[in-house]
């Protein structure tokens, strides 16, 4: 509870001081029209090179439940693993990437369970009709829970995924993704598009030797052939249609930009349980929403960021599942090219 309603305390002055500044600076200034788009709707800023910092504040939760109970939840508390982080980006030319750490000392678990530690990298290359994301997830000291929160690993596990995205755009002449995630195109114009999302992955969650599950709990009458579960490592894919609109607060350069997916897909799953490997072919489910909004100027933009992940993977008789919450403060300040920045 401390965690979650700090969350709330400290999302409300980040949307406060974002939004303070949101409507100063309203100069007519120069736009560059793009040859691939339509220029009432979409439009380049001068300065399309930009570097950016943000803080963010996150929760995360993987739980593992079995069918074999008498009920199951998937109410498992959203905040087992958490932290506060950092980072900095850069979009120049071609290239536009990201880097973020977890900060020591900000996790709200109890004091012998706070060692989460955080690596997050990604990047981005965006055409007009197609967006491609690769991304680095890297967690260490990681806590697994039960789904009705009945017991919890030791911190220490870790936890890694390894992904691309690739987002295509009906309705690319007019929506604009690199407005949408990247603020590095302005959307004059309120437009929407739908989108599909084709997501390879590979994740591994796991320890070195001992069971994931508590003794008390890891009984083979509930889980099965996995009882003593030590990791769980998959290669998959995931089909995923969604939905975006940029919509543009008139007279301002406030903007406000949702964005969902929801579907479905496979993953090939090797795991580990009483010192045996199993094979298993899963179908799986996912979906995300994020949610970009804020002041987008000529010279710098801020926003205020929340995405929000779920997943749920079932094994049988066991089932995984997850959720991921952030929200984030982004200041980024544009530039022509490095030797006049």
Request: glycine share 8%; net charge positive.
């Amino acid at each position: 509870m401390y965690f979650e309603n700090w969350m709330y305390v400290r999302a409300g002055l980040i949307l406060l001081f974002n939004l303070s500044g949101a409507f100063f600076c309203l100069a007519q200034e120069q736009f560059l029209t793009l040859s691939d788009a339509d220029s009432n709707f979409v439009r380049k800023p001068l300065r399309s090179n930009e570097i950016r910092f943000f803080y963010g504040l996150q929760g995360n939760n993987v739980s593992l439940g079995s069918k074999r109970d008498d009920h199951t939840s998937f109410n498992g508390d959203l905040y087992t693993n958490t932290n506060d982080y950092i980072g900095l980006g850069l979009t120049y030319k071609w290239f536009d990437g990201d880097v973020s750490f977890s900060l020591p000392g900000t996790t709200y678990l109890n004091q012998e369970r706070s060692t989460l530690t955080q690596l997050r990298l990604g990047a981005s290359y965006t055409l007009r009709k197609f967006a491609f994301r690769g991304y680095y997830l890297d967690n260490k000291g990681f806590v697994l829970s039960g789904t009705e929160d009945e017991f919890y690993s030791t911190p220490s596990l870790h936890e890694a995924r390894l992904g691309l995205q690739m987002t295509y755009l009906f309705n690319a002449a007019k929506y604009s993704f690199r407005a949408a995630m990247y603020q590095s195109e302005y959307q004059v114009k309120t437009a929407g598009s739908f989108l599909l999302r084709l997501e390879p992955f590979y994740r591994n969650l796991g320890g070195k030797s001992e069971s994931m599950i508590p003794a008390a709990f890891d009984l083979s009458s509930r889980f099965g052939e996995q009882a003593g579960l030590v990791y769980i490592k998959a290669p998959g894919v995931l089909v995923m249609p969604g939905y975006g609109i940029n919509i543009v607060i008139p007279n301002s350069r406030l903007f406000i930009s949702p964005m969902v997916f929801a579907g479905l897909g496979t993953a090939f799953n090797v795991y580990r349980a009483n010192d045996i490997k199993y094979k298993y072919v899963n179908v799986e489910y996912a979906a995300s929403f994020n949610l970009n909004m804020g002041y987008s100027g000529s010279r710098y933009y801020s926003k205020l960021q929340f995405n929000w992940t779920a997943g749920y993977v079932p094994l049988d008789p066991s089932y995984l599942t997850s959720a991921n919450l952030t929200i984030s403060l982004w200041v980024g300040i544009r530039f022509s090219d490095l030797k006049k920045f």
